[in-house]
């Protein structure tokens, strides 16, 4: 490829690309390639639909995209010029999709969507309901292009905004457009992107570097992952005008060594930058220069903490350290020098912003929330996936709307937002605005998007020890209120969930969060309590249940609860007496029954029976046994 010299050259460019490219009378296949979706077995579909078409592929482009959103259905891909959107398509579908659609111009019923067997099929990618509400910024060029084609990118207006801020911007122009916009940080905290950056800026060191937090280490979570994987130079030319805007000149990604296409996919696109000219030195023929780079971490969630990233991008365990000097100060950023340090999300809205104006990303999202934010949608709902919406939208409308509801008619219980360090809301904030200081308000946060969906038959308590017992884990253990408190918090949660618990521990349990949150170092052990101090606001007569009653209503925690059969549903199978390992279940001649002094409490019955005729109840022991 050949090195871009100037503006001039850019935009003869573009404008040819633009009209090479993606050219509107050739049919074009954009089939998923995102790691879900690979892993469901799109790159078999696509070696098939290219055998068919042969080596020419007759005409018709094959375009390997990132993550389109809705992994669930995958692997998920839509046929052009018809707009005919297909999922779970298998290698098998591809002569019918050749034969039939591209052929013929006909969809293809099986493969289209439906919401139940009842309904009509949604032929086309804009009336299926999981898509109708989300607007997409971040993941705008995610199902449009191939990550590994600069072409593609340039083609859909890709490096726009370097242009334009390089030949019509100064550089004090370009941070003012990003701080008009009011773009959050979309890792967790939310502050202004902004004013993190005229703080780097003010600094008088002739060295500068821009960061990317690619870490992601909330589990579920895959939002930065996906924008790394399916639209590398978004993010890239997010860095370059953030570099541009504070006067950096070297840029670092850094990347869990758990993302292997994020970081083959970020090379390549670094690589192609470079030969293009849109990286290293005079920038498009100007005086701008900025390097770039890929670093690997070890998946330590620490490392989301900025100067624990920082400290392993130096090649040094990932430990916090207090501050300031902060990253943004001399002393303070990678090896001394100011740093600006955003997430990989915040770097890909930035493009946008700078192309289309501060006013224009405003009038999305809410007046102190602008713009739009990605949520991986996981959990007891029945459509999950990849989500972008815009903020204020309710929880109702991502989980039912886009979400499609509970599994199998449940009643829903609680939405878990923020990742291990967010809070879990009940029925009654389903209504809630999804923004940055409403979440926060309620108890949870915006975190870096995982959203949590959980039904009736989850037990709240045993879910804030399942995040506790990570966080802890992810504990680096350098100040004692993370990994003292950590560690004793979750001691108190295995007592309770086993049937151990005493009336002290919930108030113990609450007293060790506050003071774990006020004493820690870092964002790790100070969000740590959240899913415990935001389920004892909102479900603390389940805490009492398990304590006094020794009862778990969700069915979930052993140990707890009276174990009974029910004689009218009971049609003696036998098969709760084969499972129990300590003889509990005895027979008589017309029944069976629970000896309540062998009972250890440990499920098995209740899980082998077919029918539900073993219950778990409250009350004394030896109550009910029903012989």
Request: hydrophobic share 35%; with cysteine.
């Amino acid at each position: 490829m050949e090195r871009i010299k100037s503006i001039e050259q850019f935009n003869n460019l573009r404008l040819l690309l633009k009209e090479e490219v993606f050219k509107e009378d050739v049919p074009r296949i954009r089939m998923c390639s995102g790691t879900a979706c690979a892993a469901s077995g799109s790159n078999k579909v696509a070696a098939n639909l290219e055998r068919e078409l042969g080596a020419e592929h007759k005409h018709v482009d094959i375009v390997k995209t990132g993550c389109q959103g809705f992994c669930q259905q995958g692997p998920v891909m839509k046929v052009e010029p018809w707009g005919y959107y297909y999922q779970k398509v298998k290698s098998s579908d591809a002569h019918e999709i050749i034969s039939a659609t591209i052929s013929g111009g006909f969809p293809i019923r099986k493969l289209l969507y439906r919401d139940s067997v009842a309904d009509e099929p949604c032929e086309l990618m804009d009336t299926v309901p999981y898509y109708k509400k989300q607007v997409r910024i971040a993941l705008k060029n995610n199902g449009l292009i191939d990550p590994k084609n600069i072409q593609h990118y340039i083609a859909v207006g890709g490096y726009v905004a370097l242009a334009k801020a390089l030949s019509t911007m100064t550089p004090d122009e370009v941070l003012e457009e990003v701080d008009k916009a009011n773009l959050r940080g979309r890792g967790g905290a939310g502050f202004p992107a902004g004013q993190k950056w005229k703080h780097s800026k003010k600094s008088p060191s002739a060295i500068k570097f821009v960061i990317a937090n690619g870490d992601e280490g909330d589990p579920g979570a895959f939002m930065d992952r996906s924008i790394m994987e399916g639209d590398p130079h978004g993010l890239i030319e997010g860095m370059l005008l953030c570099a541009y805007a504070i006067k950096a000149q070297y840029g670092f990604i850094y990347v869990r060594h758990e993302y292997p296409l994020a970081v083959v996919n970020l090379r390549h696109a670094i690589k192609q930058a470079q030969e293009m000219g849109f990286l290293g030195e005079n920038i498009l023929g100007t005086d701008f220069t900025c390097h770039m780079d890929v670093r690997e971490g070890a998946g330590a969630f620490v490392c989301g903490e900025s100067t624990a990233l920082v400290a392993s991008i130096e090649g040094d365990r990932g430990f916090p350290r207090p501050r300031p000097p902060r990253l943004s100060e001399s002393g303070g950023g990678l090896w001394g020098y100011p740093s600006n340090l955003n997430n990989i999300e915040t770097y890909a809205c930035v493009p946008h912003i700078i192309e289309h104006g501060a006013a224009w990303f405003k009038s999305i999202g809410t007046e102190t929330s602008p713009g739009t934010k990605v949520f991986a949608l996981t959990g007891k709902v029945k459509n999950t996936g990849l989500v972008e919406v815009p903020m204020g939208i309710t929880l109702r409308e991502i989980i039912y709307d886009i979400g499609g509801g509970i599994l199998d008619g449940k009643k829903f219980k609680a939405v878990q937002t923020g990742g291990p360090s967010g809070g879990c809301l009940p029925e009654e904030h389903l209504d809630l605005k999804v923004d940055f200081d409403s979440l926060t308000k309620a108890g949870s946060m915006m975190g870096s998007g995982g959203m949590v969906v959980m039904d009736e038959d989850t037990c709240v308590v045993d879910v804030a020890k399942f995040f506790l017992s990570f966080t802890k884990e992810e504990s680096c253990g350098k100040c004692p209120p993370c990994r003292v408190g950590t560690y004793q918090m979750l001691e108190i949660l295995q007592r309770i969930t086993t049937g151990k618990g005493e009336p002290e521990d919930i108030v113990r349990l609450e007293k060790i969060a506050h003071l774990v949150v006020k004493g820690s170092l870092c964002g790790l052990g100070q969000g740590a309590p959240n899913p415990i101090l935001s389920t004892l606001k909102y479900f603390r007569e389940e805490y009492e249940e398990h304590v006094h009653d020794k009862y778990c209503r969700a069915k979930v925690c052993s140990g707890l609860g009276t174990f009974t059969i029910d004689h009218v549903e009971c049609f003696l199978c036998g098969l709760c007496k084969q499972a129990c390992a300590f003889g509990a279940v005895k027979e008589s001649r017309r029944a069976y029954f629970i000896d309540q002094d062998v009972c250890t409490k440990c499920k098995a019955c209740f899980t082998a029976c077919p029918i539900g005729a073993v219950k778990i109840g409250k009350g004394k022991k030896n109550a009910g046994v029903g012989r």
